[in-house]
Nanobody, 121 residues
Framework: QVQLVESGGDSVQAGGSLTLSCTASGTIFSINGMGWHRQAPGKQRELVAAMPSAGTPFYAESVKGRFTISRDYAKSAVYLQINPLKPEDTGVYYC???????????????WGQGTQVTVSS
């Protein structure tokens, strides 16, 4: 059983900042990539930032320069710093992890339950 638990969502004013956290727990053998998706009201879920196990992070064009993704490999955690926040950042942010639960197993994707970010102008 694998769980991803997010935290850090809040209602904030535009121009402010937030840090979202996500920790994976359970029977985990290895974690490849971790990332954050966002689902704005009335829109499809979109990838906003991802951090592979090796290499450079990915950012959607709309968030470059404002979002920073980082990982704590020892804690199986991923973080997303957002600064400055804009009203269009409003949405539910979902943590994602591509991981294996046993040796020589193909990786599978797991999702957290989401954390709400609301940005007012």
């Amino acid at each position: 059983q694998v769980q991803l638990v997010e935290s850090g969502g809040d209602s904030v004013q535009a121009g402010g900042s937030l840090t979202l956290s996500c920790t994976a727990s359970g029977t985990i053998f290895s974690i490849n990539g971790m990332g954050w998706h966002r689902q704005a009201p009335g829109k499809q879920r979109e990838l906003v930032a991802a951090m592979p196990s090796a290499g450079t992070p990915f950012y959607a064009e709309s968030v470059k320069g404002r979002f920073t993704i980082s990982r704590d490999y020892a804690k199986s955690a991923v973080y997303l710093q957002i600064n400055p926040l804009k009203p269009e950042d409003t949405g539910v942010y979902y943590c994602y992890a591509d991981l294996t639960t046993a040796w020589e197993q193909a990786p599978s994707g797991y999702w957290g339950q989401g954390t709400q970010v609301t940005v007012s102008s």
